[in-house]
């Protein structure tokens, strides 16, 4: 199976009516099965690699595998039907399905899809604790370091971005993936597998703010979520409930804070 994260197209490139034959980088995108204890849990779309991270946030974002907990076995298995596919069988001993039922693929731009009721995607009622302050002027530091660790969207132009902070900006992880969602999760698991989860306050985003990237950070118990682009009404809102800092249009030195700036400092 090719696991590579980007292949080689051919195309035809039209500017000004003027046709070209060009090789274009696309980034991969395959379904990866997660299953826990031989049991289908649930297909997603991603970018081939890291699916052991990829998995491991999935199932903490979900509720599945606790902050503290240790982490499980895995066993990887290519799929030779769809290319870029695999299945990744986790084992959590006395784990039941029940209460976590999908009931459909969840695709490379909804982390959520496939879940049977809204009360499935709802939050806890209570706000993350008080956590530590942030300076405002590490953020252009922080998004030129996400930047600078972007080889696949240089390459393709077509992936989102991922990565985790100590509120002093310290680099912790960093993943790209087709789907925002699979980024976060894939830089919540590597936080994981380093066991720096606890060490890490920020989750920055290379795109837009939905729901469910609050509902990730909120469920790695991330308070600070930093963005490029904008966020959705719905997730300030939610940042807001949750007791979490959200910021947007982290361009340079601009930025917009829409929740929480009491725990943003260096501000005149």
């Known amino acids: 199976m090719d696991t590579t994260d980007a292949h080689q197209r051919p195309g035809i490139r039209i500017e000004n009516s003027s046709a070209q034959e060009v090789t274009d980088t696309l980034v991969a995108e395959g379904a990866l099965q997660v299953m826990i204890n031989g049991e ?4 997603t779309m991603r ?3 890291r699916d052991r991270e990829l998995a491991l946030g999935l199932l ?5 595998l606790a902050v503290d907990a240790p982490l499980p076995e895995s ?19 006395g784990f039941s399905n029940a209460g976590h039922e999908r009931s459909l693929m969840s695709s490379a731009a909804c982390g959520l899809c496939g879940k049977r009721d809204i009360s499935d995607i709802a939050l806890e009622k209570n706000a993350l604790a008080p956590g530590p302050t942030m300076s405002i002027n590490i953020l252009p530091a922080m998004i030129q370091d996400m930047v600078d660790r972007q080889n696949l969207f240089q390459r393709s132009g077509g992936s989102h971005a991922a990565a985790a902070f100590s509120a002093s900006g310290e680099f912790l992880a960093f993943a790209e993936d087709v789907g925002r969602h ?5 830089t919540v698991g590597q936080l994981m597998q380093g066991e720096r989860l606890n060490d890490a306050s920020v989750l920055l985003v290379s795109g837009r703010v939905s729901y469910e990237i609050i509902y990730k950070a909120c469920r790695a118990g991330l308070p600070f979520v930093i963005a490029v682009s904008a966020p959705s009404a719905l997730a300030v809102r939610t940042a807001e409930k949750q007791g979490m800092t959200l910021i947007g249009f982290c361009r340079g030195s601009r930025a917009t804070i829409y929740s929480r700036a009491d725990q943003i400092t260096d501000i005149d």
């Open 40 to 43: 289908r849990f649930t297909i």
């Open 47 to 49: 970018t081939p690699g």
């Open 60 to 64: 903490l974002t979900e509720g599945i």
């Open 75 to 93: 066993a990887h298995t290519a799929i030779t039907d769809l290319d870029d596919s695999a299945a990744l069988n986790v084992i959590i001993p």
């Open 182 to 186: 699979n980024a976060v999760d894939k």
